[in-house]
């Protein structure tokens, strides 16, 4: 089971999100079997941000002094999930995720998903550095979007 910690900086994502905390369980829920931890407890921090933050973190972290769509803080960089594991913190920029600014509610949320669906592999040790990693995380992306897609309609 994944238990998520959601925080807000930005009261704009209300506007988008009425109930966020459901809105990312939701999410989880709808994952395949094999990203739910079944029998186990898995949890990690999901911070609501903006522009403005993301980018101090951004060049904290990584050295790149500009703002993001998401930044993930894996807890280890092997990951080994035992009866009760924590996976790090996922930081999401409202500003990158509404662009355009006329983006309607559905599409926003889709954009949501996604990016919090790449965000959740960062936590579990993928990345994109190598073409081949990146191909098999868009892969693995792409199975779990639709996965959920189907299964919160």
């Not at 941000?49 to 769509?69: A, C, E, M, V, Y």
């Not at 995720?97 to 965000?119: A, D, Q, R, W, Y």
Request: net charge positive; proline share 3%.
């Amino acid at each position: 089971m994944i238990n998520i910690n959601v925080f807000s900086e930005e009261k704009a994502w209300s506007k988008r999100l009425r109930n966020k905390d459901l809105f990312f369980q939701k999410i989880c829920n709808a994952f395949p079997k094999k990203y739910k931890f079944l029998n186990k407890k898995v949890s990690f921090t999901l911070l609501l941000s903006n522009n403005k933050n993301i980018q101090k973190l951004n060049k904290l972290f990584r050295k790149k002094n500009k703002p993001t769509d998401i930044l993930s803080f894996p807890l280890t960089k092997k990951l080994r999930v035992s009866k009760q594991t924590y996976l790090g913190d996922i930081i999401i920029s409202y500003n990158f995720i509404n662009k355009p600014k006329s983006l309607n509610t559905k599409l926003f949320k889709e954009k949501v998903i996604k990016i919090f669906i790449h965000g959740f592999l960062h936590l579990l040790g993928f990345d994109h550095k190598k073409n081949k990693d990146y191909i098999k995380m868009l892969k693995e992306e792409g199975q779990i979007y639709k996965s959920v897609i189907s299964k919160t309609k």
